[in-house]
């Protein structure tokens, strides 16, 4: 069984400081890994994918994740904070169990990000 | 090219009555996902469909069904809404493959009173 954690409910920056959103996640086969951003009454938008390729993912608008397979973490950061980055962040898990589950996603609870100006 | 696109965005219903939601996928993309987002639960995975053929279930009651279509339109469907079943209906559309993004709807709110 696969699943998410992720680790901070709320994270709240300044304006022009770094962003660090935390995930871990469980997962029994060789996972793929996703980074989700949701805007008020919006849908989820991909920021970043892990696919096995390189460990560090970079994705849209200056985000980027390290897939750590020893720590079963994927984090994602960002350099220096925009207000438009205020949204709520997913953290996920595409499970490879014997192909058969290519379609279901597992989310994490989610990170609310405010950024101060 | 356009996206996935969910209709209706807004329902109310009575508890009792049934609900059909429906997703068009991005042009190409076989793969639809349903999930049910809440303030208490999260994003939970209700079900795939992939070719008319639906592929995993999540865990949800059996008032809950789906189908697609052969043009890989998708429907669900909720039998005697419940309180509890208000909830973001979200739907995504991916190509095959555990590596393919899943590409999201803007969701159905739908409100049981």
């Known amino acids: 069984a696969q699943s998410v954690t992720q680790l901070d409910s709320h994270v709240s920056v300044s304006e022009g400081t770094p962003v660090l959103l935390r995930c871990n996640y469980s997962?029994?086969?060789?996972?793929?890994l996703f980074w989700y951003v949701q805007h008020p009454n919006k849908g989820l938008q991909l920021l970043l994918k892990?696919?096995?390729?390189?460990?560090l993912v970079k994705g849209i608008n200056g985000f980027e994740a390290e897939f750590k397979k020893s720590e079963t973490s994927f984090h994602l950061t960002k350099p220096s904070a925009h207000m438009s980055d205020a949204a709520e962040y997913f953290c996920?898990?595409?499970?490879?169990?014997?192909?058969?589950?290519?379609?279901?996603?597992?989310f994490g609870q989610g990170t609310i990000l405010t950024v101060h100006p | 090219k356009a996206g996935v696109t969910q209709t209706p965005r807004y329902l109310i219903k009575t508890r009792g009555q049934q609900v059909t939601l429906s997703c068009s996928p991005i042009?190409?993309?076989?793969?639809v996902s349903w999930y049910q987002q809440t303030p208490g639960q999260g994003l939970q995975f209700l079900f795939e469909?992939?070719?008319?053929?639906?592929?995993n279930k999540g865990n949800f009651p059996g008032r809950f069904s789906g189908r697609q279509f052969s043009n890989s339109r998708s429907e669900m469907n909720v039998s005697t809404l419940e309180l509890g079943d208000s909830a973001l209906y979200l739907c995504?559309?991916?190509?095959?493959?555990?590596?393919?993004?899943?590409?999201f709807g803007q969701g159905t709110r739908l409100t049981v009173v």
């Open positions: 995504a559309s991916s190509l095959f493959g555990r590596e393919a993004e899943a590409f």
């Open positions: 997962s029994s086969y060789s996972p793929s």
């Open positions: 892990y696919t096995s390729a390189a460990t």
């Open positions: 996920v898990v595409s499970d490879n169990a014997g192909g058969t589950s290519y379609g279901k996603l597992t």
């Open positions: 042009s190409g993309h076989r793969s």
């Open positions: 469909y992939f070719s008319e053929t639906q592929r």
